[in-house]
């Protein structure tokens, strides 16, 4: 019963900023985790940020000091700074509540070098 709808992808050069958002509706009290994923072609889904309900922050080491994952009410946030090509893939939005989890539908994010 949980809804995520993500958005504020595009495209941006190297060492540029985009912030993306996660609106969650329904259900969404309780949440345990709420993470951002991303996947490129070709590639596995890897675990980008997530941050607990009581607000303890996860990041992955090739996005230390340069991504920072928020929330706000019924909003999840990513603000990505000095982008890299290697940044780009498709970003979801990803929450854990008790047994269920539920995905958004991604927003692309591309950086051009």
């Known amino acids: 019963q949980v809804q995520l709808v993500e958005s504020g992808g595009g495209l941006v050069q190297a060492g540029g900023s985009l912030k993306l958002s996660c609106l969650a509706s329904g259900s969404i009290f309780r949440i345990e985790l709420m993470g951002w994923y991303r996947q490129a072609p070709g590639k596995q889904r890897e675990l980008v940020a997530s941050?607990?309900?009581?607000?303890t922050t996860n990041y992955a080491d090739s996005v230390k000091g340069r991504f920072t994952i928020s929330r706000d009410g019924a909003r999840g946030y990513l603000q990505m700074n000095n982008l890299k090509p290697e940044d780009t893939g498709r970003y979801y939005c990803h929450i854990q509540r008790g047994p269920q989890d539920a995905w958004g539908r991604g927003t692309l994010v591309t950086v051009s070098s």
């Open positions: 941050i607990t309900r009581g607000g």
